[in-house]
Antibody, heavy 118, light 107 residues
Framework: EVQFVESGGGLVQPGAFLKLSCVAS????????MSWVRQTPGKTMEWIGD????????VYAPSLKNRFTISRDNAKSTLYLQMSNVRSEDTATYYC???????????WGQGAMVTVSS | DIQMTHSPSFLSASVGDRVTINCKAS??????LNWYQQKLGEAPKLLIY???NLQMGIPSRFSGSGSGTDFTLTISSLQPEDVATYFC?????????FGAGTKLELK
């Protein structure tokens, strides 16, 4: 069974650094591109970016690329999202998802909630 | 960025009704359109990928159609468990973009 477990969320202050993790199981992690997507409290979905199966290439949403970094450790079947200088508008639930060729974002994790507030 | 527009934003229907939800892209997205169902407090679940391909395990009452910029999700006979928000995703070009969703409730 395909599963993702996100962790690392919580309450953080504006300007802080935060690193989310997504541990995958039930499939060969190193065969898949992986994405991060966030959903705001108002339910708006925003694609953050994705990373190639071998970690050699990443693409980001233009509005986020200067503060967010996606990485992966295939030996640990884990995807990461580093968020720097967080802002109140980064308050959201963060999901990881996988893609295989043209079948993109098929399975999603349960999400990690991040609240940015002083 | 490609804009995705849902219609309607809200839909109320009865059990057994045929329900259609539409999504319009601001430019041609070829075949790269997915439909998701999200129930309250849950992660999104893929229903249809690449316009009309039913995801494994999804009931056959769900179907997708369309081309180019206009796409439709159809539920042939609404069931109580279909109460959810439905949204589309274009993955033709990055940044991938989502529609705002259609909230479906029972009448």
């Amino acid at each position: 069974e395909v599963q993702f477990v996100e962790s690392g969320g919580g309450l953080v202050q504006p300007g802080a650094f935060l690193k989310l993790s997504c541990v995958a199981s039930g499939f060969t992690f190193s065969d898949y591109w992986m994405s991060w997507v966030r959903q705001t409290p108002g339910k708006t979905m925003e694609w953050i970016g994705d990373i190639k199966y071998d970690g050699s290439y990443t693409v980001y949403a233009p509005s986020l690329k200067n503060r967010f970094t996606i990485s992966r450790d295939n030996a640990k079947s884990t995807l990461y999202l580093q968020m720097s200088n967080v802002r109140s508008e980064d308050t959201a639930t963060y999901y990881c998802s996988r893609s295989y060729y043209s079948v993109r974002l098929d399975y999603w994790g349960q999400g990690a909630m991040v609240t940015v507030s002083s | 960025d490609i804009q995705m527009t849902h219609s309607p934003s809200f839909l109320s229907a009865s059990v057994g009704d045929r329900v259609t939800i539409n999504c319009k892209a601001s430019q041609n997205i070829n075949k790269y359109l997915n439909w998701y169902q999200q129930k309250l407090g849950e992660a999104p679940k893929l229903l249809i990928y690449n316009i009309d391909n039913l995801q494994m395990g999804i009931p056959s009452r769900f179907s997708g159609s369309g081309s180019g910029t206009d796409f439709t999700l159809t539920i042939s006979s609404l069931q109580p468990e279909d109460v959810a928000t439905y949204f589309c995703l274009q993955h033709d070009s990055r940044p991938f973009t989502f529609g705002a969703g259609t909230k479906l409730e029972l009448k």
